[in-house]
């Protein structure tokens, strides 16, 4: 039955590449559009510009802001130019006429919202019938916040990083979370479990450490892993991300963070839309290797090992999940379709995305599992005392999985939508209403099943997950006044997670309901999120300086609570119940003092409060003596910067700023056995940076780009909130071991992080790395050490020690084909974990290790025409068998993986 599934899956992942190559060729074929006349009003129309003399691509940044065109150039045409600016009135024409002067630069205005430049004649500059330069959209300023290029993290004095969807694309990988891979600082937990992501920012992670938004708005809940403790997720679809924009260190915007943020945009026009059209169509299709269909819940897999005390030797496990596919076997597929339509004051974007997988299957190479000989006679304690067994077996690999074999609950299917519109009102006026919807079924287990080598590997029932998002966005920015630039947004994120039962027969039986082994009984949570912000920036000009003024307020609703069912089946391990409110006012201020001189300043206040809808009857949590239901707290977070510009394509930075995290719902509702303080107050993050900025040209050779990026961080945290073994009273004066949620003294991150870049004639080379130099946690002053505490969910937080990452790529044939990879190595936990100081007893959260490893991927596209673009990539080249760092489960990676796929935008 098995062997028929995987065929039949095989054959359809055949007939959906089939169709998709039938379908992009009839479309290519079968497509006639009109161009429109260009709109002149983008050339025409005067402004008010304000545009200081300076590097060119500071002064074309400005121009965008000011103009609110999209202003697109390739990178290096701006690199260690500079500019005589503009300040007046003057038509766009003009005013980009007087800002390129000397550059050697021409423009054009393809369309109404666009401005392209580029070196006249050049071969990346075409001539348009109508005598105008037309370049294809390489690098993009103006037209909205945040970082939009890979060249503006060089540009930007802080801790910052851009993944692009170029990179997205050609590093999707198996999961959603293997797309911040390469990033440094920035890791993704537990990716193998489940369809969600848990973003680690510099070994902070969880509990709203580093809030992830999508468009805006955020989506995020905690889900219960037994003894293991909780993971945080946020759901989405890089299939429809356009771009993800990083800031690491306590953020004073509207959503805060302490360890850094993640802001991520969905796909829009100008990602569909080709440079001088007006409407566009991008459908994508292809398929992967290395997977085999979900088998019947009730599957047993992996090598079997004993507990030291039993004396039994290991066995081999059944043969089945070692049937791992050809090496291009098609075996999963995915698709996608995009539409974009724009006008002078209208653009509107649609899209949908299927993607189907199986299990996949581990690697070949690597510390697969494998016994030892018999190590007897030893010593075998318990929490009873000790004995001599004479029979004792390990497991020398890193989990119970063997060679190639197929990984258990790792299927994932995805399906979702996107729809956007926005209106080009007159003086800088526009009104966005976005949607995004996300369903998917995946493999999900209790982490806590598969978190020690004597626990055998089995299918469980698959999960699911829901997210509905919509979003209203307005913005102000009038070219006549230099003092508004508003944006206000209001958002509302809908979420439901739906697990199988962990219940037995005993409690389903009485509800009337079937036995949970036999059929899939889903209990779960649902989360409803909602917020607004609104944020405006003035800018005046001084004797003493240029000023800036960015303000604004935000404010955050948090409502979860299980299903009914949920609070029946799962007591007292049931999901958190309450409601969490947080509001927020900030302010920063940045002064130019001389033309190589920059202060920053800001003041961010913030409150909340929270609610615990739980009762008795859905955790012993609520027992304990000295529980409260309500919980608040305020505080405010100050910030002050510098930055230096000794030379043109130069720049030092340093700053000093604070940060607040209020408790999650999870550390102030009651869930499980755990006890929550009364005294719980926020963590307070304590963050120095210093950095450095630098970019030049003809260096190595005429031509060449060079991009630096070096940053050293201290981030101290103190009332660190942390879950410990503490002694704790129930009603009725019963004292007994129990775990309790507080406050500790204090948590410190310190490191070191490089971004590089280098560029010449097609060729492109990207560093990253990061080291961590300490990390210590502190329950109190005087009890400082280089470990995760015992119980707390940190334990399996640390990042590796360090980490590296090359991507180079190649273009070739008049850039027609590029070919290229990534090298990765990931080494060893920075810092290792408390153990438990009573005999026999095993750690609370059992540390899930890694052993240091290299991937390699490969990618290679080639663009058959104007239209089709195919793409071949492949995942861990060298079928490395491997554990990814921050896991809660001892569950191996995917082993090679192959990809082809097309893409055709008309």
């Given at each position: 039955m098995r062997n028929s599934d995987n065929a039949v899956r095989r054959r359809v992942a055949r007939k959906t590449l089939a169709a998709a190559l039938m379908l992009t060729s009839a479309i290519g074929a079968g497509w006639v559009m009109s161009t429109p006349a260009q709109a002149q009003s983008a050339a025409v129309e005067t402004v008010d510009f304000k545009v200081p003399a300076g590097p060119l691509n500071q002064a074309l940044a400005a121009f965008g802001r000011q103009s609110g065109l999209q202003v697109t150039y390739l990178a290096a045409s701006a690199t260690g130019k500079t500019s005589p600016g503009i300040t007046g009135r003057a038509t766009r024409d003009e005013a980009l006429a007087r800002i390129l002067a000397g550059s050697g630069l021409a423009f054009s205005f393809p369309n109404a919202t666009t401005a392209a430049i580029g070196a006249a004649g050049s071969p990346a500059a075409p001539v348009a019938t109508d005598g105008s330069t037309v370049l294809d959209v390489i690098d993009v300023t103006g037209g909205g916040g945040g970082i939009r290029s890979a060249e503006q993290v060089f540009e930007t004095p802080a801790a910052v990083s851009y993944i692009s969807q170029q990179t997205i694309e050609r590093f999707r990988g198996s999961s959603p979370g293997d797309i911040f891979r390469g990033t440094p600082g920035v890791m993704s937990a537990e990716s193998r479990n489940g369809a969600a992501i848990d973003i680690n920012i510099r070994g902070m992670q969880g509990m709203g450490r580093v809030p992830v938004t999508i468009d805006g708005a955020m989506n995020s809940t905690t889900a219960y892993q037994g003894y293991q403790g909780v993971s945080n997720r946020s759901y989405v679809d890089p299939d429809l991300i356009g771009g993800i924009d990083i800031s690491k260190g306590p953020a004073s915007g509207p959503f805060g963070g302490i360890g850094g943020s993640v802001a991520m945009r969905t796909i829009d026009a100008n990602d569909i839309i080709k440079d001088?059209?007006?409407?566009?169509?991008?459908?994508?299709?292809?398929?992967?290797?290395?997977?085999?269909?979900?088998?019947?819940?009730?599957?047993?897999?992996?090598?079997?090992?004993?507990?030291?005390?039993?004396?039994?030797?290991?066995?081999?496990?059944?043969?089945?999940?070692?049937?791992?596919?050809?090496?291009?076997?098609?075996?999963?597929?995915?698709?996608?379709?995009?539409?974009?339509?724009?006008?002078?004051?209208?653009?509107?974007?649609?899209?949908?995305?299927?993607?189907?997988?199986?299990?996949?299957?581990?690697?070949?190479?690597?510390?697969?599992?494998?016994?030892?000989?018999?190590?007897?006679?030893?010593?075998v304690c318990d929490t009873f005392g000790c004995q001599t067994q004479n029979n004792v077996y390990k497991n020398l690999?890193?989990?119970?999985?063997?060679?190639?074999?197929?990984?258990?609950?790792?299927?994932?299917?995805?399906?979702?939508?996107?729809?956007?519109?926005?209106?080009?009102?007159?003086d800088g006026q526009s009104f966005e209403l976005g949607y995004t919807g996300f369903r998917s079924e995946q493999g999900d287990i209790r982490a806590s099943i598969m978190s020690d080598m004597s626990s055998r590997p089995v299918q469980n029932w698959l999960a699911r997950a829901r997210t509905d998002t919509g979003t209203a966005t307005y913005a102000w920015n009038p070219q006549d006044n230099d003092l508004v630039d508003l944006k206000a947004r209001l958002w509302v994120s809908a979420l439901e997670t739906r697990n199988p039962t962990t219940a037995g027969r005993s409690k389903t039986t009485p509800l009337g309901l079937p036995n949970p082994l036999l059929e899939r009984i889903l209990i779960g949570s649902d989360t409803l999120m909602w917020g607004g912000d609104i944020g405006n920036t003035s800018l005046w000009q001084t004797p003493l300086g240029d000023v800036s003024l960015h303000y604004g307020a935000s404010y955050l609703s948090e409502d979860a609570r299980p299903t009914e069912l949920t609070r029946v089946l799962e007591y007292p391990y049931g999901p958190r119940n309450g409601t969490r409110e947080e509001t927020a006012v900030y302010a920063n201020a940045e002064w130019k003092a001389l033309d190589w001189l920059t202060f920053d300043a800001g003041l961010r206040y913030q409150s909340y409060n929270t609610l615990d809808r739980s009762e008795a009857r859905d955790t012993n949590g609520k027992l304990f003596i000295g529980q409260t239901d309500h919980r608040d707290g305020s505080g405010i977070a100050p910030a002050i910067g510098a930055v230096v510009t000794p030379m043109d394509g130069m720049q030092l930075f340093a700053r000093y700023s604070e940060g607040l995290r209020s408790p999650a719902l999870s550390e102030s509702a009651s869930m499980a056995f755990t006890y929550v303080t009364p005294d719980i107050v926020p963590e307070r993050a304590h963050n120095w940076e210093l950095g450095m900025n630098l970019m030049r040209d003809n260096v190595v050779a005429t031509g060449d780009e060079v991009w630096l990026k070096l940053g050293w961080f201290d981030n101290r945290v103190t009332d660190y909130i942390a879950r410990r073994v503490v002694d704790l009273q129930y009603t009725g004066g019963i004292v007994t071991k129990g775990l309790a949620v507080g406050n500790i003294d204090e948590a410190r991150f310190r490191g070191i992080e490089f971004t590089g870049h280098y560029a010449l004639a097609g060729l492109s080379l990207d560093l990253a790395a990061n080291y961590y130099t300490d990390i210590e946690f502190c329950p109190t002053a005087s009890t400082c050490s280089n470990s995760t505490l015992y119980g707390d969910y940190a334990?399996?937080?640390?990042?590796?020690?360090?980490?590296?990452?090359?991507?180079?790529?190649?273009?070739?044939?008049?850039?027609?084909?590029?070919?290229?990879?990534?090298?990765?190595?990931?080494?060893p936990k920075a810092i290792g974990s408390d153990q438990p100081t009573v005999q026999g007893a095993a750690p609370f959260i059992l540390p899930i290790n890694w052993d240091p490893y290299t991937l390699v991927d490969l990618f290679a596209e080639y663009k058959v025409n104007d239209t089709l673009t195919a793409e071949l990539r492949v995942e861990n080249v060298a079928d490395q068998y491997y554990v990814d760092p921050l896991g809660l489960s001892n569950v191996p990676g995917p082993g090679r993986t192959i990809w082809a796929g097309l893409t055709a935008n008309f």
């Open positions: 001088g059209k007006n409407i566009g169509l991008r459908i994508k299709g292809g398929v992967g290797t290395n997977t085999s269909s979900v088998p019947d819940r009730g599957t047993l897999g992996g090598m079997i090992f004993f507990l030291p005390n039993i004396g039994l030797p290991p066995r081999p496990g059944d043969a089945a999940g070692l049937d791992k596919p050809g090496l291009l076997e098609a075996t999963r597929g995915y698709g996608s379709a995009a539409a974009a339509a724009r006008g002078d004051n209208y653009e509107v974007v649609a899209a949908y995305a299927r993607r189907e997988n199986g299990n996949y299957h581990a690697g070949t190479h690597g510390p697969v599992a494998a016994p030892s000989g018999n190590l007897g006679p030893v010593q690999g890193l989990t119970n999985y063997r060679r190639g074999e197929e990984v258990l609950n790792t299927s994932l299917d995805t399906e979702s939508w996107l729809a956007k519109g926005k209106l080009l009102f007159g334990t399996n937080q640390v990042p590796p020690e360090y980490s590296v990452s090359l991507t180079v790529s190649q273009k070739l044939f008049d850039e027609a084909l590029t070919i290229g990879g990534r090298v990765s190595y990931i080494g």
